[in-house]
């Protein structure tokens, strides 16, 4: 029958976990070791993979039993079901109806870690529950359910967020605390300025975003790439390098994490870099008249360009290309100006060289294989050119145009073959060939090349079709003709002596084949003919066993196979031609020896052969035997079969065979019980069903006219198992309740009722009245003697044990405005719950939990009513105590420090209470959002500070901090912090942003004056006595700083050095001695000055601004004025003439003449003349101001060309080459 729950839901946890089920079975019958098994299914109510809940090994004889269990702590879902599992014999129950069950968690949830959450303009983020459960999360919006998924939730628009671990019908003890989503914008940021800069080279530029605020991300991106480098607060940032050219985005973040991306600025250079490329080899060739076009390529502006033949400029030759007609070295260089920037770059050498003979290659094709290929193509691989240098050189196509072809072979030029290539597709123009190269006066011959082409292919036939040889039988092989080659005949892979015709007659078996080659070594081999004697023989053998036995009715197959290629079979019987027997096999229905014989004719030659004998014998008796069923026992087994076990035939012979299923088909039987003939029953089986039926039982097999009888078997039927039945279904025993007991019934048997298993006297009918609790059975008896004993029925004595808990403390402390949850768990059944207060029984509470809001004593009690017996059971008292004061220590942020930090935080560090029974208590976090609070500097309360923290922003809140806390009518007063913040840095500053002093000059230092602070200066770390002020007037040199006194707390400013007025702050762009070129105009400068007076030699003042144009030589000075102090410098300008000679050759040779480019003064030693040397292939080996006549530094190893380059600070002076000899 169906498993009955005593449960509707299961909803378990750590402090209650038990489960009963009722388990009926009424036919069923189990073996002494069975054991029950009860099976819960997975959460959708499948037994696939079913969960072990407990095993029950003593209840076989029962037929209505109650288990106790639990259930495993993964368990969740709504459609679990439970059925009951036997071992032996393995039997399953229905399966119950489905039920909700859940291991719960009692743990509280932590959501978010406590932290509220702010979310951005259309963002969304994810809080997460940190609890460990598989089951679903309900979740709630603003006390409202939202939705039930995982233990994590997106969420994109405000409200009060919290969750639960979703339980079903079970009331979810596991709730997280209460998470408030707020949103917030974006602060809207740009990069001041233009949206496109251009920089010169070393220029710098400053981007700087529009909002400045040190609580935000500044996060800059270049190309769209993150510049990582940078700190978080960095609203600004600088270019100043090429490799920072790009476009830049800025990205800032607010301190609520609100992205806002701004404008886009493009950082670009100006570009006065360029290139020079060759439009021609570095090195080409030339023919005798032949016309070159050489070309350059640049992308330089406003360029100029010059070509130089062997260092000699080619005039007129400002353009792209230029055409020549003779050997040399040739370049270009190109000058380029832009904005006001120039810059000259050679091109590479272009090598031009004339020949005076050919190095040509010829190959043949790459799949050309000698004396293998039928054909090939010889070709001009490569032809170069040897110059009077010994130079080779690559051909272009247009110059291999203007030469001449010949080919040869052996010695003997080819006509017609006047190409870069030569075909030969016969073995016939086999021979040694070479390519002849002229153009002009010029003539040359190619390497040799021997062609061996494949020889034609060779086959051989024979003048017989079968190859096969006999004596006296002529066979003859014949071949093509190849005119002009040779022959030799094979056989077996020897050369036959004398055998070099196109025909050859064959005088012995074997593998023949004919080899033919020319004068180059190529050989070509003919396919092989095998000729081979006449086989006439073969082999005869048999299929089936050589001696066997046929019964009456049946047929057989006798089958020979052979291997003759012209076979004629016959068979035999007893010595006998069977007539129509011409195939490998004959079919028999009859005793006797048969063979078969096959005659093969092969070639007009004949053999025959015969088979083994086929021995067929007949039957003469069977060897039957009978046997029960393999689980009979004597006076046990209540049932059986007989089958017949085993049949063997016996032949004329006395040889014993055993039957296949086909022959015992031919078989027929009859049953004999104690020598009585069984009509009806002629299987070979038979079925006893009762014990009445015991005897003895003998089988008989026939077979045509041979009968035979098995052995004997007893047979002894014990009794049926008897089953007993209780009219009650409890089988709880009480004084007031009637049980009857029931047995099943059958013929021919006595009964005997049994109690804790002894008989009970006179108890001998199939019923029974019992008087008294126990286990009960009944045994049956046969005739015969054998007996059986049924299950057993245990009827208890009603039980009235159960137990009783609760989770709730013995003792806690309830707030003005709290409630609290108190619990009790039990396991009775049909349990009635009353709750009382101070001993006053609280109307309707007959349930597990009480709410309460009043301080008292609480204590449930729980009756448990079954069957019409009663027991009651109560908990311990639960005292809930009323706050008799508070204690509160309050403290600041770990990390500060008096009178060095600049903010803090104080906020309870712990707040215990004292209840009126005078225990003390730890608050929860619920009940200390229960309290109010008020927080107080020097004895005042500030206004509006009613959080559980206070920030204390800077040294004006500096004082005497408490916190006090309010529930109901209960305050507690904390204790005191006295809070001293530092004060903010004092920096000082010159009031004319001078540190210098000089003659008549004073310095006046000050810092900021800040209400509330006094001041106290100091020189060289020594206090001036009297300065109290927030300036101070400077008149020595040396070291000051000023000390700030105030709200409790000091702090001394960074030390600033006045020192005397040297000039230094004031720069002059330009040296002592300047030179021009003659009509030249220079612009000089200086800075950091108030005013400027320029002067020439005659001491007349020709300028009062920062700089000053000069165009004539002389002797000059200028005085810089700089608060109340002067500097003067003197400098002498120089004009040069632009004819001035500058060498051009040099001889570095270590010999100490002409070793170092040595210049004229006026261009050398000069800070504002640059020299700049460039080598032929472009590259800058030097570029200075000041040269020192120096040049070169190193040994140069061979004679090369130099470019120079002299220029001042606006224009070139002059430019040249310079020849290095070696």
Partial sequence: MKPVLEFTNACASDSFNSYQLEVTFINNVFNSDNEFTIELSNKDGDFTTPTALKTISDKNSAFRFTSEFQIPVNTAGANYKIRVKSSSPETYSPETDSFEAYYMSIDMLTLNNFENVVLCEGDSKEIIADGNSNNEYQWYKDGEKLTLGGNSLSVNSPGLYYCEIYYGSCNSPATSNIVEVSTSDATEAQILGDTNVYLCENDTYLLEASVNNNLYTYSWFKDGVKVTSLPDYTPSITISDLTDLGSYTLEVTNEFGCSYTSNSVTIENVNTDFSVEINTANSINIFAGESKELSITHDAQNAEITWFKDNIQVPNSNSLSINITEPGTYYATVKSTSNNCTETKPSENIVVSSFIEFDATIITATDYTACDSSDIQLSLASVKAIDINNVSYDLSDAQIALLNFEWLKDNTVVNGATEKQININTYENNGVYFLKITNGAIASKSNSLEVSLKLPVIDITS?????????????????????????????????????????????????????????????????????????????????????????????????????AENPVINWFRNDILISNSSSTSLTINESGTYYATVTNTVDGCSETKSSENFIVNSIESFNAKIATLPNYVECTSDRTQLLLE????????????????????????????DDVLLNGFTNNQYTIDTHVENGNYVLEVTNGSIKSKSNSLDIVLGVLEPVINSNDQTNTFCSTKQIILSSTQQNGVSYQWLLNGSPISGATEATLEIDAAGAYEIEVTNKEGCAKTSNNIVIDNFDTNFTIATSTGASSVILDGETKVLTISHNAQNAIITWFKDDIEIPNSNTNSLTVTQPGIYYAIVEKSLDGCSETKAIDAISVNAVESFTTTITALQNYSECSSLQTQLTYNSIEVKGKNGGIYELTSGQIELLE??????????????????????????????????????????????????????????????????????????????????????????????????????????????????????????????????????????????????????????NGADTYEWFDEDNNLIETSSSVDINKAGNYRVVAYLNGCSIEKFFTVLVVSGNIYVPNILTPNGDGVNDSWKIPPEFAFKNNIEVEIISNAGRTVLRQKNYQNNWPDINIKTASLYFYIIRDEQNIIKKGTINILK
Avoid: M
């Avoid at 092989?477 to 020897?494: F, K």
């Avoid at 082999?539 to 009715?553: D, V, Y």
């Avoid at 035939?649 to 088909?665: E, G, P």
């Fill in 463 to 563: 003048s017989s079709t079968s190859n096969s040889y006999c004596d006296n039988k002529q066979i003859t092989l014949t071949s093509s003709v190849n005119l002009g080659l040779s022959y030799q005949w094979y056989l077996n892979s020897t050369a036959i002596p004398n055998a070099i015709n196109e025909t050859y007659d064959v005088s012995e078996t074997g593998v023949y084949y004919l080899e033919q080659s020319d004068t180059n070594g190529c050989i070509t081999t003919s396919n092989e003919i095998a000729i081979t004697n006449v086989d006439s023989d073969f082999t005869i053998s048999t299929n089936s066993t050589s001696e066997t036995f046929i019964l009456f009715g049946e047929t057989k197959v006798l089958e020979i196979t052979h291997n």
């Fill in 646 to 673: 085993s049949i063997k035939a016996v032949d004329v012979n006395q040889n014993v065979h055993d039957l296949t299923s086909a022959q015992i088909s031919l078989l027929s039987y009859n049953w004999y019980k």
């Fill in 933 to 1086: 609070f008020e927080w107080y500097k020097d004895n005042n309360i500030i206004t509006g500070t009613t959080n559980s923290a206070i920030t204390i922003n800077n040294y004006e809140e500096n004082g005497s901090y408490f916190l006090r806390i309010r529930n109901g009518a209960i305050t507690s007063t904390s204790n005191t912090l006295n809070i001293k913040l530092g004060l903010p840095e004092i920096t000082i500053s010159s009031i004319d942003d001078t540190y210098a002093l000089c003659l008549n000059k004073e310095v006046v230092l000050s810092t900021t004056q800040i209400n509330g602070l006094s001041y106290q200066w100091f020189f060289n770390n020594a206090e001036i006595v009297g300065e109290t002020n927030s300036t101070l007037e400077v008149i020595e040199v040396g070291n000051y700083t000023v000390e700030a006194t105030g709200f409790g707390c000091s702090r001394i400013s960074d030390q600033i050095d006045i020192k005397s007025f040297d000039g230094n702050s004031i720069e002059f762009n330009f040296d002592n001695e300047i030179t021009i070129q003659e009509g030249e105009t220079i612009t000089i400068s200086a």
